[in-house]
């Protein structure tokens, strides 16, 4: 039996007019009202897609008259962020066509000397990494005997990553948890081992880019959940999973990329019951979970609140993405099924990072004291230096995460930076890469994992590209030639 179409996704009209804002005493007010709109729409809080309420719900909260809310959706229309689909009112839309995810998220595959490469979100090896291979080799011989093939992982390295998750207040135990080749090779077990072509997933938006694209490779309907900048708005998560109906949704509460939002645990809890009345499984993506800058009031992993949640880990952020080492959790005795999925794929992670990670856990099951101050020392670089050279660009800064997510003024878009960029010898990715259908092209991921004297020089590199592209000297200078290329991966 086919499986019934999805209704489409819809906002709110109370949602609409918290992103549009006080417009009733602007003149005209159509026209602010228009702008407001259209700006939410291209900024991906209003999702491509999304149908819009109905001119009669939004007038009442608002404070406007019919009239004027008619006109706006006329101009919307006229300017291509609205288009009228018969059963599906008001939906909005992109002018361009079709929708491309910006610049492919693309990035060098050798950086040459003196760019500086702000594409990955993730940093140096720690201190100690030598001496862990140094002491994993000594413990090699032991595993030697055997064909190397293990597809759960290495005792010791389960057992440490279950305690990890102890600590943090969440039972598991080591049969619980199934070592991988990274976090996406384990969003791939996840998703052969839950989902199916044409199954609908929730899907943060924006979010991690390579998350969309795995899904997307799955067959994966995908139905976005907004995160504002500073978060989630609960009420709006909740209308969207009922309405979705999803078979997973893969979230990233923990210092989420790229937003750097922390979900408190009382929005964890609702948004895990709503998960759970709509009968969709929490994908949760931890990968960032051990990156809390400033500390904090402690909040549990999200899985302490939804019994059935899959918890994706990995160690290429709290300790070396060289690793290549990763995990999931799953519920208890709920292992067996992603074992299952995972071998279509591979048979174990090498044993000797796994034994490495182990070594590195051992030591700091996170983030070491010092790498935490070098990556605070970083930040605060960064952010003087857009305050001293860039000081239209906003940003907040969250409590944790590796990246500030940015809203460029009106006059620059993030995809003709990033253009310019690079021909100041700078490589950022630009919001679009984040989006799931389109839009956010004024906004831009900044990373701050580098020292802080090459974080102040990104920004003068940036202000410079800001003025190549504000005077429309956007073309690449001579004797620039093309890169080889590769997918963004962090």
């Known amino acids: 039996m086919t499986a019934p179409a999805p209704a489409t996704p819809t906002v709110s009209a109370a949602r ?11 003149r005209p007010a ?11 729409v291209a900024d991906g809080r209003i999702p491509v897609g999304t149908r819009l309420p109905s001119e009669r ?16 959706y006329d101009v919307l229309r006229e300017s291509g962020y609205l288009t009228s689909r018969r059963g599906s009112g008001s939906v909005a839309t992109l002018p361009s066509a079709p929708l491309r995810r910006g610049t492919g998220g693309l ?68 049969d619980d948890v199934l070592v991988t080749s990274g976090a996406v090779a384990g969003l791939g077990v996840v998703a052969r081992a839950l989902m199916r072509p044409g199954d609908r997933v929730v899907v943060e938006d924006p979010t991690y880019p390579n998350t969309v694209d795995a899904l997307r490779a799955a067959g994966a309907r995908l139905r976005p959940l907004v995160v504002d900048p500073d978060g989630w708005d609960l009420d709006e998560a909740e209308r969207t999973v009922e309405a979705a109906a999803g078979r997973a949704a893969v979230l990233i509460p923990d210092f989420h990329n790229p937003t750097g939002a922390l979900m408190p645990d009382e929005q964890r809890a609702r948004l895990a019951r709503a998960l759970t009345a709509a009968g969709t ?30 918890t994706i880990g990995s160690a290429s952020k709290s300790h ?7 995990w999931v959790r799953a519920p208890r005795g709920a292992l067996r099924p992603l074992v299952e999925a995972r071998v279509s794929g591979d048979l174990g992670a090498p044993v000797l990072e796994q034994l490495v990670l182990a070594e ?17 020392a970083a ?23 590796l990246s500030l997510w940015c809203e460029l003024p009106a006059d620059l878009s993030s995809t003709a930076l990033a253009a310019a960029a690079e021909d100041e010898g700078l490589l950022v990715a630009a919001g679009p890469r984040f989006a799931v259908d389109g839009g956010l092209d004024r906004w831009l991921r900044l990373p701050h994992v580098l020292p802080p004297a090459s974080m102040v020089e990104a920004v003068h590199r940036l202000a410079r590209a800001a003025g190549r592209v504000r005077s429309g000297r956007t073309v690449a200078r001579r004797g620039t030639r093309a890169r080889p290329r590769r997918p963004l991966v962090a």
Request: proline content about 8%.
């Open 16 to 26: 609409t007019a918290r992103l549009v804002g006080d417009v009733a005493a602007s």
């Open 30 to 40: 159509y026209r602010a009202l228009a702008d407001a709109l259209r700006l939410a």
């Open 57 to 72: 719900d939004l007038t009442g909260p608002l404070g406007v008259s019919r009239t004027t809310v008619t006109r706006a």
């Open 107 to 174: 990035y060098p595959a050798d950086v040459a000397e003196g760019v500086i490469d702000l594409t990955c979100a993730a940093t140096r090896a720690p201190a100690g990494v030598v001496e862990a291979y140094e002491r994993a080799v000594e413990r090699l011989p032991s595993y030697l005997s055997g064909a190397g093939y293990l597809t759960h992982g290495v005792p010791d390295l389960r057992e440490a990553i279950a305690q990890r998750y102890r600590d943090r207040g969440l039972p598991t135990s080591a």
């Open 281 to 310: 499984t929490p994908v949760v993506d931890e990968t960032i979970a051990e990156i809390d800058l400033d500390g904090g009031p402690p909040v549990l992993p999200f899985a302490a609140h939804a019994a059935a949640a899959v």
């Open 320 to 326: 070396w993405g060289g690793l290549r080492t990763g």
């Open 360 to 376: 590195l856990m051992q030591r700091s099951p996170g983030l070491t004291p010092e790498r935490r101050d070098d990556l605070v």
């Open 379 to 401: 930040r605060a670089a960064l952010v003087a230096a857009l305050a001293d050279t860039l000081p239209e660009v906003r940003c907040l800064v969250p409590r944790g995460g």
